[in-house]
């Protein structure tokens, strides 16, 4: 069983940049991809960013584009998200994500989820 730990979050400043991480222990798999999704209240859950470990290819949503940065460290088992040019609208809970690949299916394990707040 995969355990995800979240930590970063907090209250910023319009403009201002936050990192948050995700470390996974216990069972870990090889063919796996890294995401952050965030959910604001009332609204659905949605991708933010994605990181493969096959090739280390990235896919952001539009809103965060040129201004949030996913990486990983795979020798510690860690997934972080730079966030900056932070925006009221970045305001929500976000979650890592791990999913695990089988040969169609997967499956994801989540994160507890850590509270962004981006305020004056």
């Known amino acids: 069983q995969v355990q995800l730990v979240e930590s970063g979050g907090g209250l910023v400043q319009p403009g201002g940049s936050l990192r948050l991480a995700c470390a996974a222990s216990?069972?870990?798999?090889?063919?796996?991809?890294w995401g952050w999704y965030r959910q604001a209240p009332g609204k659905e859950r949605d991708m933010v960013a994605t990181?493969?470990?096959?090739?280390?290819?990235?896919n952001y949503a539009d809103s965060v584009q040129g201004r949030f940065t996913i990486s990983r460290d795979h020798d510690k088992d860690t997934v972080y998200l730079q966030m900056n040019s932070l925006k009221p609208e970045d305001t929500a809970v976000y979650y890592c994500?791990?999913?695990?690949?089988?040969?169609?299916?997967?499956?994801?394990?989540w994160g507890q989820g850590t509270q962004v707040t981006v305020s004056s």
């Open positions: 990181i493969t470990t096959a090739d280390g290819s990235t």
């Open positions: 216990g069972y870990t798999f090889s063919n796996y991809a």
């Open positions: 994500n791990y999913r695990v690949w089988g040969t169609i299916e997967y499956h994801d394990y």
